[in-house]
Structures are given as structure tokens and as C-alpha cells.
């Protein structure tokens, strides 16, 4: 059984920082693409941000460049996107995906997915 479990949320001040964890299991985990996507009130789901089977590649939203990074451990079957400069419109539920596709932003693309965690951004 696939089970990808976030963890990391929390509230913040505009400009502060936060780390989300996902901890992978039941998948080969080194021959995925794992990737980051939210969700906010009222909207539909969206790519944050993917990185590669051997974490050589990485994809980003054009609104976290330079502000938000994904890396993952292969050794520990974890992925984490380190987000710095936090906005207000940061605010959503995030969630930890994988895909065997090779690179993907799309979220039909993705087979297994976490619960969510809420990232909550004050001004």
C-alpha cells in the first residue's frame, strides 16, 4: 500500500519560512517523480513544484522561483520543499504527489497522492 505522508505545515508571518516533509512508502521510490502542488480556497489544485527520479531536474511555478526548493533523499524516501519569503498567497493546503512520468506538472499525471498539509500565511 502507497502512503505519502506530509508534514511541516503551519501558520507564518509574511516573509518567514517553512519546511514541508514527505515521507514515502509502499513505491519504488527512486524511479518517481516527486512533486508539490496546492490547493487554496475556492481554486482548483495547482504545480508548485517536481523534481526528477536522481533529483537532477527540478520544475517550479513561475511564482515560487527563487523562493521555494525541492530536494529529495532517495536513501530515506523523503521529499521536502524548503519555502522561503512566504506571501500571503502562499496560503493552501500542499500536497506530496508521485509520478512515474518523467517530468510532469500536470496533476493527472500524478498516481498517488499525500492528505495535505495546511500552510497558513499572515500579513
Not at 509574511?14 to 512508502?25: E, H, K, M, N, P
Not at 517523480?33 to 489544485?45: C, D, L, N, V
Request: with cysteine.
Amino acid at each position: 500500500q502507497v502512503q505519502l505522508v506530509e508534514s511541516g505545515g503551519g501558520l507564518v508571518q509574511a516573509g518567514g519560512s517553512l519546511r514541508l516533509s514527505c515521507a514515502a512508502s509502499g513505491l519504488p521510490f527512486s524511479w518517481h517523480t516527486m512533486g508539490w502542488f496546492r490547493q487554496a480556497p475556492g481554486k482548483e489544485r495547482e504545480f508548485v513544484a517536481a523534481i526528477s527520479w536522481m533529483g537532477n531536474s527540478t520544475n517550479y511555478v513561475d511564482t515560487v522561483k527563487g523562493r521555494f526548493t525541492i530536494s529529495r533523499d532517495n536513501a530515506k524516501n523523503t521529499v521536502t520543499l524548503q519555502m522561503n519569503s512566504l506571501r500571503p498567497e502562499d496560503t493552501a493546503v500542499y500536497y506530496c504527489a508521485a509520478t512515474r512520468a518523467p517530468s510532469a506538472k500536470i496533476t493527472t499525471l500524478y498516481n498517488y497522492w499525500g492528505q495535505g498539509t495546511q500552510v497558513t500565511v499572515s500579513s
